[in-house]
């Protein structure tokens, strides 16, 4: 039986078809305000297979020269990152168990070839609130290791409208994805698949 680590939730099917359409719609709208873009790997240049845009007051960036980053201006139109759309902040207060808001959602689009190694999520300053992740469109084989990047791994199939959730001790689990199903959802017209990944940046001030 696969026991995932601790902190570390599959939940699937949280969304149903028609709040998929509707978070699809959503997206759309980011896009069109912030185009989507081949991010480059820190040092050597290397194109990543993904494809990324962002939304919310910081975004996840990366490119040779000053590698992996936050910042609040889209790198190539320079503009603010559009703000995260009502109905993800209402799937982060659903499931985060924090009342911590998040700052960044990362939004990357795997083409039927795009995968993404093993890596954790660790250019954040706070570290205490999850990591909320959305799949939509074409399945994925993602995987989940532990804190360390030689600890066990297992697999588990991702679908649309599943969520995965990292926190507490399981923040830091490495995570990656292998591949993904070409052809197994018909969400996206163009097929592919779309990872929302919503985090909490900075530390929140105290009360
Ligand atoms: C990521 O770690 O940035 C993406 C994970 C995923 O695509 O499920
Ligand atoms: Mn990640």
Redesign the pocket.
């Known amino acids: 039986m696969l026991v995932l680590p601790r902190g570390v939730r599959h939940i699937p099917g949280f969304l149903d078809a028609a709040a998929q359409r509707a978070l699809v719609d959503d997206i759309r709208a980011v896009v069109e305000a912030a185009p989507l873009y081949t991010p480059e790997m820190p040092r050597t240049g290397k194109p990543m297979s993904v494809r990324m845009t962002n939304c919310g007051a910081l975004g996840w960036v990366t490119d040779k020269a000053r590698g992996y980053r936050y910042q609040a201006t889209h790198p190539i139109t320079g503009q603010p990152w559009p703000a995260i759309p009502g109905r993800l902040l209402a799937i982060w207060n659903a499931v985060s168990g924090t009342d911590i808001q998040p700052e960044a959602c990362l939004v990357n689009l795997y083409a039927d070839t795009a995968k993404m190694g093993l ?1 954790q ?1 660790r250019d954040e300053e706070d570290l205490s609130a999850p990591v909320v992740s959305v799949s939509l469109g074409d399945s994925c084989l993602f995987r989940i290791g532990q804190t360390t990047r030689s600890g066990m791994t297992q697999s588990i199939k991702l679908a649309s409208g599943d969520i995965v959730v990292l926190g507490g001790e399981g923040r830091l689990c490495f ?1 990656g994805v292998d591949r993904i199903y070409p052809s197994t959802s018909a969400l996206l017209k163009n097929g592919g698949r779309i990872n929302l ?1 919503l985090r909490r940046v900075t530390k929140p001030q105290s009360a």
Do not use: M, S
């Open positions: 890596h999520d995570h990944t």
